[in-house]
């Protein structure tokens, strides 16, 4: 991991040692307030299961187009399925990013009437191994979110257990990217123009090539290369908004290879945790001060990702 990225080991908030807990939840919630990203090895994310995913992901994006677009649904602004390469721009770009595809959403399991909001993950008959293998992989990156958010509600003052109710279910999102092989003087646009994620925290294993670079407050880009058994983490928008700033959505981007590597694609696998479309975005109030007057007007999670997916060019 680049050195401007501190790297923590989760099994010390797993640990029964209080003095642990204490020192991961208060250098989580350091760098959270003054990076926005933060290494975490010990993630418990199943290694063989990304492993699987990666050899998947990279068999689906080798196939040929036409195979592709069957898994293009209309209407689905991208949330289910294929997204065909130029499609998503950054909120402040009107050139689109080097890339495509392909998302795997929630399953619920039990009769909470909130299944009736996400539509059916699209399954690839084509390659059933990857979006069976995702479906699972989504499952273990959920389970060391949820752990993450209880260190984070903690370091907030809040009960351990605020984000429990309202990521229940949530509308997270599984994504794998794929960036081709660049084959011509790209149009002004990079694989990933400068962005804040929209959700809550990100959680991102390690891709197959660099390029992820993080904008610092002193604007500098610095590198981010998780070492091996290590993923990047890093806060939302959704999560900056209801800290009121106090954690930051911190700027980043996924930069073109120098012109001799232009031939070597990228995969990259982000799990963007999502709450329940009626989680209440509302500023909370410890987050609000004389010196930290209130930034945001009220939303709700689902109102605000509509509105975030159609400024990236997702929704019409």
Not at 55 to 75: D, M, N, Q, R, T
Request: aromatic share 8%; proline share 5%.
């Amino acid at each position: 991991m680049a050195s401007y990225v501190p790297v923590l080991d989760l099994n010390l908030f797993r640990s029964q040692n209080m003095a642990d807990r204490d020192r991961f939840v208060h250098e989580l919630g350091h760098a959270f307030r003054n990076i926005g990203f933060v290494g975490i090895r010990n993630h418990g994310i199943d290694q063989e299961l990304v492993d699987r995913f990666y050899a998947a992901a990279k068999a689906f994006f080798s196939l040929p187009l036409e195979v592709k677009h069957k898994y293009e649904i209309p209407g689905l602004a991208g949330q289910r399925g294929y997204t065909s390469f130029g499609k998503e721009h950054a909120k402040h770009s009107k050139v689109a990013d080097l890339k495509e595809f392909f998302q795997i959403g929630q399953t619920v399991s039990d009769d909470d009437p909130i299944r009736l909001e996400y539509p059916d993950n699209v399954v690839t008959t084509d390659l059933p191994d990857f979006t069976e293998v995702g479906a699972a992989l989504f499952r273990s990156f959920e389970a060391s979110g949820a752990l993450l958010l209880r260190a984070i509600a903690l370091d907030l003052g809040l009960e351990v257990d605020y984000f429990d109710s309202r990521i229940k279910n949530g509308n997270s999102i599984l994504r794998a990217i794929h960036y081709p092989p660049i084959l011509q003087e790209p149009d002004s646009a990079i694989r990933s123009e400068q962005h804040e994620d929209i959700n809550l925290i990100t959680l991102l294993v390690g891709a197959s090539a660099g390029g992820l670079q993080v904008l610092t407050k002193e604007d500098k880009w610095m590198d981010v290369l998780p070492g091996e058994n290590e993923i990047v983490v890093n806060v939302g928008d959704m999560l900056q908004r209801l800290t009121n700033n106090v954690l930051k959505s911190t700027t980043h981007r996924v930069v073109n290879p120098p012109r001799e590597l232009w031939h070597v694609p990228r995969l990259s696998i982000p799990f963007f945790l999502h709450p329940r479309s009626t989680m209440d975005l509302s500023c909370l109030p410890s987050c609000i001060s004389q010196e930290n007057s209130l930034h945001y007007d009220s939303i709700t999670a689902g109102a605000y990702l509509d509105e975030r997916l159609r400024e990236i060019g997702l929704k019409k």
